[in-house]
Protein backbone atom coordinates (compact mmCIF):
# COMPACT_ATOMS: atom_id res chain seq x y z
CA UNK A 1 0.00 0.00 0.00
CA UNK A 2 0.70 3.29 0.35
CA UNK A 3 1.64 5.73 3.16
CA UNK A 4 2.77 9.25 3.28
CA UNK A 5 3.34 11.40 6.02
CA UNK A 6 3.24 14.68 7.02
CA UNK A 7 2.56 16.84 9.62
CA UNK A 8 -0.86 17.97 10.60
CA UNK A 9 -0.71 21.64 11.45
CA UNK A 10 2.47 23.97 11.40
CA UNK A 11 2.25 27.86 13.00
CA UNK A 12 4.69 30.38 11.86
CA UNK A 13 5.01 34.29 12.03
CA UNK A 14 4.53 36.79 8.80
CA UNK A 15 7.89 37.14 6.87
CA UNK A 16 9.51 34.23 8.44
CA UNK A 17 9.98 30.45 6.70
CA UNK A 18 8.07 27.51 7.45
CA UNK A 19 9.54 23.81 5.88
CA UNK A 20 6.91 21.36 5.46
CA UNK A 21 8.29 17.46 5.19
CA UNK A 22 6.68 14.46 3.44
CA UNK A 23 8.02 11.06 3.56
CA UNK A 24 6.04 8.34 1.65
CA UNK A 25 6.81 4.88 1.11
CA UNK A 26 4.79 3.51 -2.06
CA UNK A 27 4.63 0.37 -4.35
CA UNK A 28 6.06 2.75 -7.10
CA UNK A 29 7.32 6.24 -7.66
CA UNK A 30 6.67 8.67 -10.75
CA UNK A 31 7.20 12.46 -9.24
CA UNK A 32 6.39 14.03 -6.29
CA UNK A 33 3.91 17.15 -6.34
CA UNK A 34 2.93 19.87 -3.94
CA UNK A 35 -0.50 21.48 -3.57
CA UNK A 36 -2.30 24.46 -1.74
CA UNK A 37 -5.40 23.81 -0.60
CA UNK A 38 -7.41 27.06 1.27
CA UNK A 39 -10.28 26.31 2.68
CA UNK A 40 -13.20 25.37 0.94
CA UNK A 41 -11.39 25.65 -2.29
CA UNK A 42 -9.76 23.76 -5.29
CA UNK A 43 -6.38 22.52 -4.60
CA UNK A 44 -3.49 24.23 -6.48
CA UNK A 45 -0.98 23.11 -8.10
CA UNK A 46 2.59 24.19 -6.51
CA UNK A 47 5.08 21.81 -7.57
CA UNK A 48 6.84 19.25 -9.44
CA UNK A 49 9.73 16.87 -8.34
CA UNK A 50 10.95 13.37 -10.35
CA UNK A 51 14.93 14.08 -9.38
CA UNK A 52 16.57 14.80 -6.41
CA UNK A 53 17.61 18.06 -5.51
CA UNK A 54 15.57 21.82 -5.18
CA UNK A 55 13.31 23.18 -7.29
CA UNK A 56 12.63 26.78 -6.59
CA UNK A 57 9.70 28.65 -7.58
CA UNK A 58 9.34 32.81 -6.54
CA UNK A 59 8.49 32.08 -2.64
CA UNK A 60 8.00 28.42 -2.79
CA UNK A 61 11.05 25.74 -3.29
CA UNK A 62 10.67 22.02 -3.41
CA UNK A 63 12.95 19.31 -2.65
CA UNK A 64 12.91 15.80 -2.89
CA UNK A 65 15.48 12.55 -2.15
CA UNK A 66 14.27 9.43 -3.78
CA UNK A 67 16.56 7.27 -1.96
CA UNK A 68 15.30 8.81 1.62
CA UNK A 69 11.28 8.48 0.28
CA UNK A 70 11.72 12.51 1.50
CA UNK A 71 10.41 15.72 0.13
CA UNK A 72 9.89 19.08 1.82
CA UNK A 73 8.20 22.25 0.71
CA UNK A 74 9.88 25.56 1.99
CA UNK A 75 7.60 28.72 1.56
CA UNK A 76 9.93 32.08 2.29
CA UNK A 77 8.50 35.20 3.40
CA UNK A 78 5.96 34.06 4.61
CA UNK A 79 2.53 36.41 3.84
CA UNK A 80 -1.13 35.98 5.98
CA UNK A 81 -2.29 34.54 2.12
CA UNK A 82 -0.09 31.28 2.41
CA UNK A 83 -2.37 30.30 5.42
CA UNK A 84 -3.63 26.84 3.73
CA UNK A 85 -3.37 23.15 3.60
CA UNK A 86 -0.32 21.79 1.88
CA UNK A 87 -0.90 18.35 0.43
CA UNK A 88 2.34 15.79 -0.47
CA UNK A 89 1.25 13.62 -2.86
CA UNK A 90 3.22 10.94 -5.18
CA UNK A 91 2.47 9.76 -8.30
CA UNK A 92 2.37 5.61 -8.63
CA UNK A 93 2.62 5.06 -12.03
CA UNK A 94 0.84 7.23 -15.02
CA UNK A 95 -2.40 8.12 -13.22
CA UNK A 96 -2.78 7.83 -9.45
CA UNK A 97 -1.90 10.39 -7.47
CA UNK A 98 -1.48 9.73 -3.63
CA UNK A 99 -1.76 12.05 -1.10
CA UNK A 100 -0.80 12.61 2.08
CA UNK A 101 -3.86 13.97 5.03
CA UNK A 102 -2.42 17.56 4.49
CA UNK A 103 -0.47 20.29 6.65
CA UNK A 104 -2.74 22.98 7.94
CA UNK A 105 -0.29 26.26 7.79
CA UNK A 106 -1.65 29.37 10.20
CA UNK A 107 0.67 32.25 9.31
CA UNK A 108 0.44 34.93 12.35
CA UNK A 109 0.81 38.56 11.91
CA UNK B 1 -7.33 27.89 -12.21
CA UNK B 2 -10.99 28.15 -13.42
CA UNK B 3 -10.38 25.48 -16.19
CA UNK B 4 -12.56 23.09 -14.46
CA UNK B 5 -15.86 23.80 -13.31
CA UNK B 6 -18.14 21.73 -10.89
CA UNK B 7 -22.19 21.70 -10.54
CA UNK B 8 -23.42 21.79 -8.39
CA UNK B 9 -21.35 23.34 -5.58
CA UNK B 10 -23.07 21.99 -2.98
CA UNK B 11 -25.85 18.75 -2.05
CA UNK B 12 -27.64 17.76 0.22
CA UNK B 13 -30.02 14.27 -0.13
CA UNK B 14 -31.67 11.66 1.18
CA UNK B 15 -30.20 8.28 1.26
CA UNK B 16 -32.92 7.11 -1.33
CA UNK B 17 -32.23 9.93 -3.50
CA UNK B 18 -30.81 9.71 -7.14
CA UNK B 19 -28.47 12.49 -8.47
CA UNK B 20 -25.74 12.94 -10.34
CA UNK B 21 -22.36 15.67 -10.12
CA UNK B 22 -21.47 17.01 -13.42
CA UNK B 23 -18.14 18.15 -13.98
CA UNK B 24 -16.65 20.12 -17.14
CA UNK B 25 -13.14 20.76 -18.52
CA UNK B 26 -12.17 24.03 -20.91
CA UNK B 27 -8.32 22.73 -20.90
CA UNK B 28 -8.47 20.30 -23.83
CA UNK B 29 -7.52 17.59 -21.59
CA UNK B 30 -7.53 13.90 -21.87
CA UNK B 31 -7.42 12.39 -18.91
CA UNK B 32 -10.24 13.39 -15.98
CA UNK B 33 -10.76 12.42 -12.49
CA UNK B 34 -13.49 11.88 -9.61
CA UNK B 35 -11.51 12.22 -5.73
CA UNK B 36 -13.42 12.11 -2.67
CA UNK B 37 -11.77 14.07 0.50
CA UNK B 38 -13.25 13.25 4.18
CA UNK B 39 -12.49 16.05 6.55
CA UNK B 40 -9.11 14.69 8.31
CA UNK B 41 -8.66 12.43 5.65
CA UNK B 42 -6.37 12.10 2.42
CA UNK B 43 -7.64 12.80 -0.78
CA UNK B 44 -8.86 9.23 -2.49
CA UNK B 45 -8.83 8.54 -5.73
CA UNK B 46 -12.36 7.14 -7.17
CA UNK B 47 -12.14 6.92 -10.86
CA UNK B 48 -9.54 7.95 -13.69
CA UNK B 49 -10.94 8.14 -17.27
CA UNK B 50 -8.33 8.36 -20.41
CA UNK B 51 -9.51 9.31 -23.65
CA UNK B 52 -13.00 8.34 -22.21
CA UNK B 53 -12.02 4.93 -20.86
CA UNK B 54 -12.07 3.83 -17.69
CA UNK B 55 -8.62 3.02 -16.68
CA UNK B 56 -8.85 2.93 -12.80
CA UNK B 57 -11.80 1.81 -10.08
CA UNK B 58 -10.42 2.07 -6.59
CA UNK B 59 -12.97 -0.38 -5.17
CA UNK B 60 -15.07 1.99 -4.68
CA UNK B 61 -19.22 0.98 -3.64
CA UNK B 62 -21.25 0.55 -6.72
CA UNK B 63 -23.72 3.02 -5.11
CA UNK B 64 -21.23 5.44 -7.08
CA UNK B 65 -21.40 5.31 -10.79
CA UNK B 66 -19.02 7.05 -13.52
CA UNK B 67 -19.85 8.36 -16.59
CA UNK B 68 -17.79 9.65 -19.32
CA UNK B 69 -19.13 11.14 -22.66
CA UNK B 70 -16.15 12.41 -24.23
CA UNK B 71 -12.76 13.99 -22.95
CA UNK B 72 -14.28 17.27 -21.79
CA UNK B 73 -17.30 16.01 -19.69
CA UNK B 74 -17.38 13.52 -16.23
CA UNK B 75 -20.18 12.58 -14.58
CA UNK B 76 -20.59 10.77 -11.26
CA UNK B 77 -23.91 9.13 -10.27
CA UNK B 78 -25.06 8.51 -7.08
CA UNK B 79 -28.01 6.42 -5.61
CA UNK B 80 -28.82 5.30 -2.20
CA UNK B 81 -25.77 6.79 -0.61
CA UNK B 82 -25.11 6.33 3.29
CA UNK B 83 -24.43 9.51 5.65
CA UNK B 84 -20.69 8.07 5.84
CA UNK B 85 -20.63 9.34 2.08
CA UNK B 86 -20.82 12.94 2.79
CA UNK B 87 -17.55 14.55 2.03
CA UNK B 88 -16.07 17.19 -0.35
CA UNK B 89 -16.22 15.82 -4.28
CA UNK B 90 -13.50 16.80 -6.56
CA UNK B 91 -12.90 16.35 -9.83
CA UNK B 92 -9.54 17.20 -11.47
CA UNK B 93 -8.05 16.88 -15.19
CA UNK B 94 -4.47 16.61 -16.92
CA UNK B 95 -3.41 16.92 -19.99
CA UNK B 96 -1.11 13.66 -21.37
CA UNK B 97 -1.49 11.23 -18.60
CA UNK B 98 1.92 8.81 -18.98
CA UNK B 99 4.13 11.83 -20.07
CA UNK B 100 6.57 13.51 -17.62
CA UNK B 101 5.42 16.32 -15.93
CA UNK B 102 1.61 15.62 -16.65
CA UNK B 103 -0.28 17.63 -13.73
CA UNK B 104 -3.68 17.27 -11.95
CA UNK B 105 -5.89 20.50 -12.03
CA UNK B 106 -8.76 20.26 -10.14
CA UNK B 107 -12.03 21.91 -10.20
CA UNK B 108 -13.95 23.48 -6.65
CA UNK B 109 -15.68 20.03 -5.72
CA UNK B 110 -19.30 19.79 -4.87
CA UNK B 111 -19.94 19.92 -0.97
CA UNK B 112 -22.21 16.30 -0.45
CA UNK B 113 -24.22 15.94 2.65
CA UNK B 114 -26.13 12.65 2.79
CA UNK B 115 -29.18 13.20 5.38
Known amino acids: GQNIDQPTEMTATEGAIVQINCTYQ??????LFWYQQHAGEAPTFLSY????GLEEKGRFSSFLSRSKGYSYLLLKELQMKDSASYLC??????????FGAGTTVTVRA | ETGVTQTPRHLVMGMTNKKSLKCEQH?????MYWYKQSAKKPLELMFVYSLEERVENNSVPSRFSPECPNSSHLFLHLHTLQPEDSALYLCASSPEPGTGADTQYFGPGTRLTVL
Open chain 1, 49 to 52: NVLD
Open chain 1, 26 to 31: TSGFNG
Open chain 1, 89 to 98: AVRDGDYKLS
Open chain 2, 27 to 31: LGHNA
